[in-house]
């Protein structure tokens, strides 16, 4: 066995790989589930140095950009970060169902389902499950010799809040393929192939440019635009299922395959986070913001900003201001 091999052997069996901790994998999209069957489903991948020395470091094909550690976590309504001086590494968060909330450049934000957000390296931040309806993500951490250029990419700087996804069905199977994979093992071969892949994802979330996406692009994404465009108008599930030429029934059911949410539910969220940028930006009284994105009865709005936020209209402006 000549010395390269001999090498590699040692660091695959000495390290074949850290998991953080020792929850199974399904083979499909359910994602994980714990040992238990009970509280938040959780699993966490991280590289060790030794093998990131060994594979990435000395690697052109993979050293400017990868993967230093990244996990899944369900439905944990306690769960909460909050980093005063922010980690070495960019982390990227990916809300799959749920809802949570962000702070980065002092701004607090919603997080809704199909959204992901960029936190760059060594800044203050913080991102927690919202109690009621407590999210599911995916993260990545990233590290590399190219972090530091790769962060100052104009492209990047939208993504430091809560942004849609251009085709959340893709990046949702590379992600978890890339957990699989890691999952399995640490060789040299898996590594450059999950960074490889990382590149991709990459290029969607970031960069997602028009030309990338399908001339028919899925429903939910037409319908998320379609809501999005008429944020103050009032819609029924007939109403919005005649807008897509389907019946209530197939259209809630093909939106909530898609989103994890029924499209009402997903309607009125965006209709609250819009509420929320405008008692941020403006001046507007509770029955102005209501108004303006379809509710008359602004007792009406108080009560469904309250339950997608966990403070009152009041409370939330005072809060930012």
Known sequence: MDLVTESMSYLTDLINFVILNTNTMSNSNEQFKNESGMGPKKKVVAIPEKIMHHSFYNNPVSNHLYITEMGYLQGAADFRTLREHGCPEMVIVLCINGKGFMEANL????????????????????????????????????????????????????????????????????????????????????????????????????????????????????????????????????????????????????????????????????????????LHNTNLKISEVALNIGYEDPFHFSKLFKSAMNLSPDQYRRKLK
């Open 107 to 278: 701004e607090e934000h919603l997080v809704l389902p199909g959204q992901f957000f960029i936190l760059y390296p060594n800044e203050r931040h913080r991102y927690e499950a919202d109690s009621v309806d407590p999210w599911s993500f995916y993260w990545l951490k990233l590290g590399g010799m190219d972090l530091a250029n790769f962060c100052r990419q104009p492209a990047l700087q939208s993504c430091n809040k809560p942004v849609y996804v251009k085709d959340m069905l893709e990046v949702h199977k590379l992600v978890n393929s890339l957990l699989v994979t890691l999952d399995n093992g640490c060789t040299e071969e898996r590594l450059i192939y999950a960074n490889l892949t990382l590149q991709r994802v990459l290029a969607i979330l970031i960069y997602g440019v028009e030309e990338c996406v399908e001339e028919n692009p899925n429903l939910s994404t037409r319908a998320i635009k379609f809501m999005k465009d008429n944020i103050e108008t009032r819609y029924c599930l007939a109403e919005l299922a005649d807008e897509f030429f389907k019946s209530p029934s197939q259209f809630s059911f093909l939106f909530k395959r898609e989103m994890g949410i029924s499209p009402m539910e997903y309607f009125t969220l965006l209709k609250m986070q819009h509420a929320g940028k405008l």
